[in-house]
């Protein structure tokens, strides 16, 4: 038996911030970005619930989540995120999916919590960067 599951094929692009965007890759991506959201729960338990509690579903909250890079000196999106986690501000990204037939796109606001070199002496240095999702996730969600 055969599965469609697959191990690559995804990757993160980082708007210029531009009224019409330009997407640039970000530079050697190690660790995978994720991508979703958690539904919050309201409790609207009261007198005449008949001794269970209730709930209903309140607004979607993006979740958090890091990504770490290869650490390359100069290079242009690594840089334009550590000068947005300075900011704490939000940039426009495109997070995808790619089996070899098809291609998901996830478009997604997202707030540079924070930027941390990893320097190393016995392997590469490393970058990595913290996120959270504000807003709705669009695009092939």
Not at 46 to 75: M, P, R, T, W
């Amino acid at each position: 038996m055969t599965t469609g599951a697959f191990k690559e094929g995804w990757g993160m692009r980082i708007s210029d911030g531009q009224p019409s965007p330009t997407y640039n890759e970000l530079e050697q991506i190690l660790e995978p970005p994720t991508i979703g959201n958690t539904g919050e729960l309201i409790e609207t338990t009261n007198h005449q619930s008949a001794g269970s509690k209730e709930y209903i579903g309140g607004l979607l909250d993006g979740d958090e989540f890091s990504v770490q890079c290869n650490y390359v000196s100069g290079a242009s999106v690594q840089g334009q995120l550590r000068a947005s986690s300075k900011l704490s501000e939000n940039v426009a990204a495109q997070i995808y999916i790619n089996d070899g037939v098809t291609l998901e796109t996830f478009d997604v606001s997202l707030i540079v919590l924070s930027s941390q070199i990893l320097p190393a002496t016995s392997e590469q240095n490393k970058i990595s960067y913290n996120f959270k999702i504000s807003g709705a996730i669009g695009g092939d969600w």
